[in-house]
């Protein structure tokens, strides 16, 4: 069993920078790919990053690319999504999952264990 616990959501200015962590218990977090999502509110869930089961492979989504960066520390058994330069759009609860495989996937059926979310506000 995979428990994951995000922290380091709150209110920031447009413009301002965010670190969330995502800490995993259990020996398999360092086998499995994990990712980031987030939802708005009356939306649905959207992909946001991913990372490879050693961090050796990311991907983002497109509204995010070049903003947000994805990494995991596999000896503390940490992810992390560093934000910056943040918007208004990017108002969400954000949540951190591990994938049932080592590679990148972006579908939320896809991934088998979540968190229960941190909440991100960004005012303009």
Same mark, same amino acid.
């Given at each position: 069993?995979?428990?994951?616990?995000?922290?380091? %959501?709150?209110?920031? *200015? #447009?413009? =301002?920078?965010?670190?969330?962590?995502? +800490? @995993?218990?259990?020996?398999?977090?360092?086998?499995?790919?994990? %990712?980031?999502?987030? *939802? #708005?509110? =009356?939306k649905e869930r959207?992909?946001? +990053? @991913?990372?490879?089961?050693?961090?050796?492979?990311?991907?983002?989504?497109?509204?995010?690319?070049?903003?947000?960066?994805?990494?995991?520390?596999? +000896?503390?058994?940490?992810?992390?999504?560093?934000?910056?330069?943040?918007?208004?759009?990017?108002?969400?609860?954000?949540?951190?999952?591990?994938?049932?495989?080592?590679?990148?996937?972006?579908?939320?059926?896809?991934?088998?264990?979540?968190?229960?979310?941190?909440?991100?506000?960004?005012?303009?």
């Open positions: 069993q995979v428990q994951l616990v995000e922290s380091g %959501g709150g209110l920031v *200015q #447009a413009g =301002g920078s965010l670190r969330l962590s995502c +800490a @995993a218990s259990g020996r398999i977090f360092s086998n499995r790919a994990m %990712g980031w999502f987030r *939802q #708005a509110a =009356g959207e992909f946001v +990053a @991913a990372i490879n089961w050693n961090g050796g492979g990311t991907y983002y989504a497109d509204s995010v690319k070049g903003r947000f960066t994805i990494s995991r520390d596999n +000896a503390e058994n940490t992810m992390y999504l560093q934000m910056d330069s943040l918007k208004p759009e990017d108002t969400a609860v954000y949540s951190c999952a591990a994938a049932g495989s080592t590679w990148i996937v972006i579908k939320p059926h896809e991934y088998l264990y979540w968190g229960q979310g941190t909440q991100v506000t960004v005012s303009s």
